[in-house]
């Protein structure tokens, strides 16, 4: 069983930046592919970013490239989202998704871009 906990959401301008955390409870992290995809109201969860279980792999989606970054320690077992330059758009819950097989999502952090 995997367990995921996602933090760093909060409230900020439109331009400013947020760091999202994923921390992981199991002990093969380094072998799950990681991803971080968010949920705005009334619209289906899209995925934002992807990373290969080892980190040599990335995937964005179009509307944050060159925006966001994701990135992961194996050693801590946590999966980080570095969001730059965040527009009203970027507003929704963010989720955390480890994939083995299986799917495991976290409870989600919410992210509001609002002046």
């Known amino acids: 069983q995997v367990q995921l906990v996602e933090s760093g959401g909060g409230l900020v301008q439109p331009g400013g930046s947020l760091r999202l955390s994923c921390a992981a409870s199991?002990?093969?992290?380094?072998?799950?592919?990681m991803s971080w995809y968010r949920q705005a109201p009334g619209k289906e969860r899209e995925l934002v970013a992807r990373?290969?279980?080892?980190?040599?792999?990335?995937n964005y989606a179009d509307s944050v490239k060159g925006r966001f970054t994701i990135s992961r320690v194996n050693s801590k077992n946590t999966l980080y989202l570095q969001m730059n330059s965040l527009k009203p758009e970027d507003t929704g819950v963010y989720y955390c998704n480890a994939r083995r097989e299986v799917d495991y999502w976290g409870q989600g952090t919410q992210v509001t871009v609002s002046s």
């Open positions: 990373i290969s279980s080892v980190g040599a792999r990335t």
């Open positions: 199991v002990f093969t992290f380094s072998t799950y592919a």
